[in-house]
């Protein structure tokens, strides 16, 4: 299999970005983001087909949801069994007594959309459970969003779903306990408290690879196609043999082939991972999680965080500064220099920082699949890149602010 890329810059993103708003918001994802006030906002609404069956089912759960807020408890039980979900309903009891009534010591984690707990089962069996933030009508939502489009996902890449637990107002998710640590405390954390020794290439690799095999078959092979939308290292969990799974789906989505949605919403996700057309326009489609997947690349390569203020204005932003040393020839440099390897794995090194930077592209269309991506990670495709004259930056005629 030859696959062929042509690696198209972005320069657009090299000097100054503080004088300039668009490319500020294009290139290192500092932007004001439109309003929420639905009239400012352009919406444009590609006309797509109903994207499947989930789609359908879960916007007529929300509409119900919405109106009918006082009952949802008995509206999401209703539709959770009308949906024929094989998720195990827990009692709120057990989970009670699995967390030791939700003990801080038991905390794993938290987010904008609840909190982690471990739990132990009377099996003895851990769990991790979560919590989910039910202030809002949108705190159900997700709740049956995540139920309805994980509960059939069957995946060693991806942390899977046991159960869920209705009790009143409380909304509770049950996941399988994922028994380490997630990448980004492996990667980042300089307390010593993961591990003292620094995580070795044929890890790193490991680790790349079992999360694009996650995330491809979350955008091809489920029977749902899936986009993720929060890719980064604090989701992707390690297990004590380092295996990946990708955790937290609670702003995964359902979407059909080649659809590019467009969301009026608020933009959600993480700053740093977001990819620029998602974050300028509301574009969302698979490309979107490519994007994400190219910083998470980066990230456990260079062993540096997406962003950071503290070093040098060229070097600030990961993907920007992986661009300037790839037109410069030097893309080597961003290897983390703690990394030692053999004249082999010098290959496989390049393989994947080539893959990354292709993922890391401006334009979506450039980017390539989740099925390329593994098939280059695995040196399952040979990667040319035509470095072609007069770089351009297709997207940047749109950015007069
Ligand atoms: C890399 O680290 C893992 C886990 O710490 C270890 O099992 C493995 O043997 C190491 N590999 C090499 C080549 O050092
Ligand atoms: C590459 O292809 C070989 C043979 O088809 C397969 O055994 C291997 O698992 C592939 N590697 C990856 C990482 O996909
Ligand atoms: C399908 C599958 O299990 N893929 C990978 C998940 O991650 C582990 C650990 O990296 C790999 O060994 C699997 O092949």
């Given at each position: 299999?030859?696959?062929?890329?042509?690696?198209?810059?972005?320069?657009?993103?090299?000097?100054?970005?503080?004088?300039?708003?668009?490319?500020?918001?294009?290139c290192a994802q500092y932007?004001?983001?439109?309003?929420?006030?639905?009239?400012?906002?352009?919406?444009?609404?590609?006309?797509?087909?109903?994207?499947?069956?989930?789609?359908?089912?879960?916007?007529?759960?929300?509409?119900?949801?919405?109106?009918?807020?006082?009952?949802?408890?008995?509206?999401?039980?209703?539709?959770?069994?009308?949906?024929?979900?094989?998720?195990?309903?827990?009692?709120?009891?057990?989970?009670?007594?699995?967390?030791?009534?939700?003990?801080?010591?038991?905390?794993?984690?938290?987010g904008?959309?609840?909190?982690?707990?471990?739990?132990?089962?009377?099996?003895?069996?851990?769990?991790?459970?979560?919590?989910?933030?039910?202030?809002?009508?949108?705190?159900?939502?997700?709740?049956?969003?995540?139920?309805?489009?994980?509960?059939?996902?069957?995946?060693?890449?991806?942390?899977?779903?046991?159960?869920?637990?209705?009790?009143?107002?409380?909304?509770?998710?049950?996941?399988?306990?994922?028994?380490?640590?997630?990448l980004e405390?492996?990667l980042?954390?300089?307390?010593?408290?993961?591990?003292?020794?620094?995580?070795?290439?044929?890890?790193?690799?490991?680790?790349?690879?079992?999360v694009?095999?996650?995330l491809?078959?979350?955008?091809?092979?489920?029977?749902?196609?899936?986009i993720h939308r929060d890719i980064k290292a604090s989701n992707i969990?390690?297990?004590?043999?380092?295996?990946?799974?990708i955790?937290d789906?609670?702003l995964?989505?359902?979407?059909?082939?080649?659809?590019?949605?467009?969301?009026?919403?608020?933009c959600v996700g993480t700053i740093g991972y977001l990819a620029p057309e998602y974050i300028?326009?509301?574009?969302l489609?698979?490309k979107a999680d490519v994007y994400s997947f190219g910083v998470l690349l980066l990230e456990t390569?260079?062993?540096k965080k997406n962003q950071?203020?503290?070093?040098?204005?060229?070097?600030?932003y990961l993907p920007t500064?992986?661009?300037?040393?790839?037109?410069?020839?030097?893309?080597?440099?961003?290897?983390?220099?703690?990394?030692?390897?053999?004249?082999?794995?010098?290959?496989?090194?390049?393989?994947?920082?080539?893959?990354a930077?292709?993922c890391v592209?401006?334009?979506?269309?450039?980017r390539?699949?989740?099925?390329?991506?593994?098939?280059?990670?695995?040196?399952?495709?040979?990667?040319?890149?035509?470095?072609?004259?007069?770089?351009?930056?297709?997207?940047?005629?749109?950015?007069?602010?």
């Open positions: 299999m030859l696959m062929c890329y042509s690696l198209q810059g972005n320069p657009y993103c090299q000097g100054s970005l503080l004088k300039d708003h668009g490319k500020m918001c294009f932007c004001t983001l439109p309003s929420s006030n639905k009239s400012d906002w352009k919406v444009i609404v590609i006309s797509t087909t109903i994207s499947g069956f989930v789609l359908g089912i879960v916007t007529l759960v929300l509409g119900i949801m919405l109106h009918r807020s006082k009952k949802h408890v008995h509206v999401l039980l209703k539709n959770i069994k009308e949906l024929d979900i094989k998720a195990k309903r827990f009692e709120y009891n057990e989970l009670r007594i699995a967390t030791k009534n939700f003990a801080k010591e038991r905390k794993l984690g938290a904008a959309y609840g909190v982690v707990y471990k739990g132990i089962l009377a099996n003895n069996i851990e769990v991790a459970v979560k919590q989910l933030c039910i202030k809002t009508k949108q705190g159900s939502a997700d709740f049956l969003n995540e139920i309805l489009l994980i509960s059939n996902l069957q995946h060693r890449n991806l942390t899977t779903l046991q159960g869920y637990c209705l009790h009143g107002k409380e909304m509770l998710l049950v996941y399988e306990f994922v028994d380490f640590c997630d405390k492996f980042f954390d300089t307390s010593g408290a993961y591990l003292c020794q620094v995580m070795n290439w044929s890890t790193r690799m490991k680790i790349c690879l079992g694009a095999q996650g491809y078959y979350l955008h091809v092979s489920s029977q749902t196609r899936i969990l390690l297990d004590k043999d380092l295996n990946p799974k955790a789906f609670g995964a989505r359902p979407i059909r082939d080649g659809r590019t949605e467009i969301m009026t919403q608020q300028l326009y509301g574009q489609s698979d390569i260079s062993g950071d203020p503290t070093r040098s204005e060229v070097e600030v500064q992986a661009w300037k040393l790839y037109t410069e020839n030097r893309l080597m440099d961003l290897i983390d220099p703690r990394l030692q390897f053999n004249n082999n794995e010098f290959f496989e090194v390049q393989r994947i920082l080539e893959t930077i292709l592209q401006i334009s979506p269309e450039k390539p699949s989740m099925f390329h991506v593994v098939a280059m990670l695995g040196g399952n495709a040979t990667i040319v890149i035509s470095n072609e004259e007069g770089f351009s930056c297709p997207q940047s005629r749109h950015i007069q602010t």
